[in-house]
Each structure stands twice: as C-alpha cells, then as structure tokens.
C-alpha cells in the first residue's frame, strides 16, 4: 500500500481518531458514577458525563451527547477536547464556506484550552495531563492541514506528530497497560501505521485487543483499522462484537454496511444503511449525506436505481 500523507488521508486520521478523542474524553468531575475503562483503580466521573458516554457510544446520539456536554467542566481537557472533537466533527459536513471557516476556528480554540487545562493537569495526574497534551498536538496538526492545505499543512501535521509520540511517551511510562491510554494510542497507531511511512498498525492492533477499554468502542476501532486495511472478515468480525455490545447505534450499522460491501455483498449491506439513515435526526448532516450517497451508489450496482 502506497504511504502518501494527503488531504484525504489526514481527513481520515482526523476522524478515526476522533472517535478515541469523544471515547476518552467522557469522564470527570466529583460526583461518583461508573469509570467506562477501568474495572480495576477507577477514577471517580460525573454522572451526566456518563450519561454523555451512553448517549454517543451506545446509541450513536450526537444531539443528545452535545446537550449532555453543555454541563461539563469547561476548564477540563477531557470536556474541552470532547468539544473539539465533535467540532470538527460537524464542520466536515458544513457547506457554507463562511460558517466552516468560523467552525475551524472554534475547533481550534477548544484545542488550545485542551493544551492548556492538561498542562495544569500534569502535576497531579501526569498519566491524563501527557495523554490530553498529545491530543492538544494532534489537534494542532488537524487544523493546520484543513487550513493551510497540503503542501504546508503537511509539514505542520509531521511536526506535531513528533509532540504527540512525546507526551503519549510520557503517558505510557506512567501506566503502559491503562485501558483509557491505550484506548486513545491504538486508534491513532492503528490509523498512522496504515497511511504513514514510518510506522506500523500491528502495534495499534495488539493495543485494541489487549488492553483498551470499553471493549465495544475497542472493537470498534478494530473494525475500521481492519477494514482500511482491507482485512474484511477480521473487520466483521470486530464490528459484529461492537454491534452485540451497543446494538442501538447506526454508526456500527453503517459500518457493518461498508464491510459488507467490500466483501461484494451489496445486497446484504442495504437493511444495515437503511436501518442506520432512519435515525438520522440524531446524526450529524455530513455522515447522513455520505450514507445516503452510499445507498444511492449501492442500489445503482444492483440495478435499483430509484428505488
């Protein structure tokens, strides 16, 4: 596979790994609730926070997590880079170019509030203040390339790699088996190892299936790092136990309809992309026109156009 950084290929870092960023960033506060990664040493978290982790990983509810995060700490870099994610996450599927623009802007205030709450965070919990650092830097290297373009941009997203294997370092040396660390690091090595020239997914890989937590966002990560790398029976396999876990969210229904495809079975695929685009009112606007788009495509291979 060719290791080219492009447009596409940083769009595609960006939003695999942004799915870790809204996973690891649903805990914190002072009124005890359940730790989603830990069985074992928890950390206490606030329980509308929880109430945020449910809404988006279990039912795929962006709507109703965006309510529940207008309640987080905003001096929280979990809160803050949760913000940012999902941020961007809508700017992807905004057309206006003069509110895109504003929402990038946004995105990137969030990202430097990130920074600067996990800096004061250090001190006392060094594991989450370097694990927020390098999602601060990754975020820095998003908006420098939607900005700035490829030819600059690419230089600015290889520089803050360099900081985000720094303070994931840092990170790891504290905790190298935390579930919450290698949640987050094995989607982005997972997803770099794919498309960078200098690094491999095996890692990432071993990091999902061995120590991330909660499994069902894990499998997840496994799913689509599988299915970039064209391994589609491991692909369905991983979405097939996401889906058992959180069987109320269309993303993994979406999901499952893309591997299916892959694997050439488009019939199979089409109650999978029609389950998920009934619930669209809960999705954001880019992902509902990019599932429509793959139903249309899909019904014109079968010769079901306008149907």
């Known amino acids: 596979m060719s290791k080219i950084v492009s447009a596409s290929t940083v769009q595609k870092v960006a939003q695999f790994t942004s799915a870790a960023i809204v996973a690891i960033s649903l ?11 830990r069985t074992t040493n928890p950390r206490p978290i606030n329980a509308n926070t929880q109430a945020a982790f449910e809404a988006f990983f279990k ?18 870099p979990l809160s803050l880079s949760m913000k940012a994610s999902l941020t961007y996450s809508d700017m992807l599927g905004e057309r206006d170019q003069g509110k895109k623009a504003a929402m990038l802007e946004e995105f990137q205030a969030y990202a430097v509030q990130t920074r600067q709450a996990a800096e004061r965070l250090v001190g006392s919990d060094p594991l989450r203040g370097n694990l927020y650092l390098a999602v601060s830097h990754f975020f820095d290297g998003v908006y420098a390339f939607t900005k700035e373009g490829t030819v600059k941009g690419t230089a600015k997203v290889l520089g803050e790699l360099q900081q985000i294997i720094k303070y994931l370092n840092e990170a790891e040396a504290k905790s190298p088996d935390d579930p919450e660390l290698n949640l987050l690091r094995g989607y982005i090595d997972v997803y770099s190892g794919i498309y960078l020239p200098f690094s491999s997914p095996n890692k990432g890989i071993e990091r999902l299936q061995k120590f991330a937590s909660p499994r069902y966002v894990a499998d997840r990560g496994l799913a689509m790092g599988y299915l970039e790398m064209k391994e589609y029976d491991k692909a369905m396999v991983a979405v097939d136990s996401a889906i058992a876990a959180a069987p109320e969210n269309p993303e993994l229904w979406y999901l499952k309809s893309r591997i299916l495809a892959k694997q050439g079975k488009d019939q199979d695929s089409i109650p999978y992309l029609e389950r998920a685009i009934a619930k669209k009112d809960q999705l954001p606007t880019g992902l509902v026109r990019e599932m429509e788009r793959a139903l249309r495509k899909t019904r014109e291979r079968l010769g079901q156009a306008g149907k």
Request: aromatic residues 14%.
């Open 27 to 37: 805990w914190a506060g002072s009124v005890v609730a359940k730790d989603p990664f």
């Open 59 to 76: 039912k795929g509810d962006y709507k109703a997590t965006a309510n529940y995060l207008k309640q987080l700490d905003p001096n929280d």
